[in-house]
């Protein structure tokens, strides 16, 4: 359990993000955000609730709200085309998360966990998901019928009329130079260091591919350099 | 008949004229029509601010030219958008590409049945990324200055692509395939232009990269989604291109949140479609196929993905989408088949019926993207154009509704799989013009 001043200084970087000030106008507790919020269907979660502790500065009910609450939203932002202040309940949400991932709370972690598979791919590839993750495997719950042709997925992929998207293991064919491109965002903008926030071993794998595929570039550069 | 959209079986028709129709609602309209406010107050349009940032040396806008061909077309409050129609830089889905494949394939054919020419009219290539806001609005991982970088890192590869082409700087104008994508760079836009020190950060980033132009970031003038180029499109790929008659079938429409929601003064609104009272988009294709638009109690809410929950709290995502969407659309409309105009939705809409009989809810319904609706009708191959192999709810059922053989259709594509392993494939393009980097 934190200290008082540990749950101050998380609220205080809640409020330090240049959005805060965006995403939270003033609130009449008219609760037209969770009327339409599909996650108050099914837990106990409120985006009303969410703005009254952050709009009355209830700092140790915000840290509550972090360990799990937060994690309910499904980010549709419904909440936020409907609120009569122009408030976003859901953008609340995101800093929130954002913090809470900061400070590395371990709901956080606990929370993230099953999305390693996620973020690994998307790290390392710029792609969010490949073809070879949704397999019938993993997805049980999908049915029967989750393909309609047999087939090996190499092949069917193939299949595809577009040059970009005959690939498994990525969704679209990524450029080297795109990848590496993109790894220099996530060290400049503190994405990396997030990830070692969160699990420890999922960096350590991620920062070796990174370092994989940098060399794997410069090898290419190299060629093309002879090459001319 | 049996009310009017939206209202419930009570609401009956008026029978008014026009005129008296006229009389009757001018008033409530003069107070609540959002298009009649004063909005000046309101709400800034983004747009303005970035013609004073580029007077001002400090961006440069990619501009939708008149070699675009731009449409107009008029937004939630009434504000004119730019729709270019042609030069366009798909910028793709990584959830389309990897789990709907037909998606995008179904929007570059109707693309070619329409004469543009890929290379000219379109380019597909492999330099870029996703947005990755999928990751960030699930795990929080990431921040408005990545998601920032990771915008103009593509879409500055969008304004320089024609070159290797022969093409000028800002030939081909990005088409953002995903509804998250879209409303994510709408959002990380506005911030760009309001906050000159996300400006200085991300231009660091941008200059490391090699991706600035004469020193400065590029920001495009609009931010079109996909299906506003169906939109826009729609009366020519109907009256030109359709094949099959879809009047008998009925349809209903999922609108994407990220689509209408997210910066949602930015959606297109149009007085023919749903009296302009809903975003038009994805309703206005089916309605110039031809097909009947059944309205539903649930339009409004989401479809459930959740972007967390759709990978690691799977039972609100189908709970959710067999509660509001699924179990509504086949118990309130009757409907043949659910249209989505986004990733994230025809996924979860698509993906999460079967499960549905653990609980005795054995609601079933056809799910595809109005563009793939719109090419089966216009007579693309339901297997090798529209890839409906991919998807798991049940769309053979409205496939043979429209007069096509399913069985026949899937027959043809196994053979064909015969020649993919031979090598013989067939493309929409030529593949070397994917190859960018």
């Known amino acids: 359990m934190a200290t008082y001043a540990e749950m101050q200084e998380i609220f205080e970087d809640i409020k330090k993000d240049f959005r805060y000030e965006h995403e939270l106008n003033g609130c009449l507790n008219c609760g037209i955000c969770t009327a339409t919020c599909p996650s108050a269907h099914f837990y106990d979660y409120s985006p009303r609730e969410i703005v009254q502790l952050l709009w009355t500065e209830n700092v140790e009910q915000v840290y509550d709200a972090m360990q799990e609450k937060i994690w309910a939203c499904a980010q549709c932002m419904t909440c936020a085309a409907r609120c009569p202040f122009k408030n976003s309940p859901g953008g609340l949400v995101a800093i929130m998360r954002e913090v809470a991932i900061g400070h590395g709370l371990q709901s956080a972690k606990d929370v993230l966990r099953p999305f390693g598979r996620v973020m690994l791919k998307l790290i390392t590839t710029g792609n969010q998901l490949s073809p070879d993750m949704i397999q019938p495997d993993h997805f049980p719950d999908w049915g029967p019928n989750i393909q309609k042709v047999e087939g090996d997925l190499k092949i069917l992929r193939r299949a595809i009329p577009m040059k970009t998207l005959q690939t498994t293991d990525t969704a679209w064919e990524v450029a080297l130079k795109t990848s590496v491109e993109m790894y220099t965002i996530w060290e400049m903008t503190g994405v990396l260091k997030q990830l070692e926030t969160m699990d420890e071993n999922l960096f350590d794998v991620i920062e070796d591919f990174i370092e994989e595929k940098r060399e794997e570039y410069e090898e290419l550069l190299e060629e093309q350099k002879e090459a001319e | ?437």
């Not at chain 2, 990380?188 to 020193?215: C, F, H, P, Q, S």
């Open chain 2, 1 to 437: 008949m049996s009310g009017i959209a939206g209202h419930g079986e009570f609401f009956q028709p008026t029978d008014l004229s026009a005129e008296d129709a006229e009389k009757a609602t001018a008033w409530v309209k003069k107070r609540v029509d959002r298009r009649e406010l004063d909005l000046g107050e309101r709400m800034d349009d983004v747009r303005e601010h970035m013609w004073q940032l580029e007077k001002e040396g400090e961006i440069i806008v990619h501009r939708v030219s008149e070699a675009h061909k731009p449409a107009m077309v008029k937004t939630l409050f009434g504000w004119d958008k730019k729709i270019p129609t042609m030069q366009l830089w798909h910028h793709k889905s990584c959830g389309q590409c990897g789990n709907i494949p037909g998606y995008p394939t179904s929007l570059l054919w109707t693309m070619n049945q329409l004469g543009m020419q890929p290379g000219r009219d379109y380019l597909d290539e492999t330099d870029q990324t996703s947005c990755t806001a999928w990751n960030y609005h699930g795990s929080g991982i990431g921040n408005v200055e990545s998601l920032a970088a990771v915008f103009l890192r593509n879409f500055h590869q969008a304004y320089v692509s024609g070159k290797r082409l022969g093409h000028q700087p800002g030939h081909f104008f990005p088409l953002v395939h995903c509804g998250t994508s879209f409303g994510n760079y709408k959002e990380v836009r506005k911030y760009l232009v309001e906050n000159a020190t996300l400006r200085e950060r991300v231009k660091k980033i941008l200059g490391k990269l090699g991706r600035l132009v004469d020193g400065k970031i590029v920001i495009p003038e609009e931010i079109v989604h996909y299906s506003e180029w169906v939109h826009v499109m729609r009366k020519r790929i109907a009256s030109e291109l359709q094949k099959i008659d879809v009047s008998h079938l009925r349809t209903t429409v999922h609108m994407a949140c990220h689509y209408s929601k997210m910066v949602h003064e930015d959606a297109i609104y149009d007085p023919e479609v749903l009296g302009g009272n809903r975003a038009a988009v994805g309703t206005s294709m089916a309605e110039a196929l031809g097909a009947q638009v059944i309205d539903y109690s649930t339009w409004y809410d989401c479809c459930g993905f959740g972007f967390r929950h759709i990978i690691s709290e799977r039972e609100f995502t189908r709970s959710f989408t067999i509660e509001r969407k699924i179990k509504v659309a086949q118990e309130e409309a009757k409907a043949d088949v659910m249209l989505g105009i986004d990733t994230g939705c025809v996924t979860t809409m698509d993906k999460n019926q079967w499960i549905g009989r653990a609980h005795e809810q054995q609601y079933t319904m056809p799910i595809m993207a109005d563009i793939q609706f719109a090419a089966l009708a216009c007579g693309a191959d339901p297997f090798k154009i529209v890839q409906l192999q991919w998807h798991a709810s049940p769309c053979e059922d409205v496939v043979e509704k429209m007069g096509l053989s399913w069985g026949e259709s899937k027959k043809k594509f196994e053979a064909y799989l015969e020649e993919v392993k031979a090598g013989k494939i067939e493309y929409l393009y030529n593949p070397e013009l994917a190859l960018s980097a």
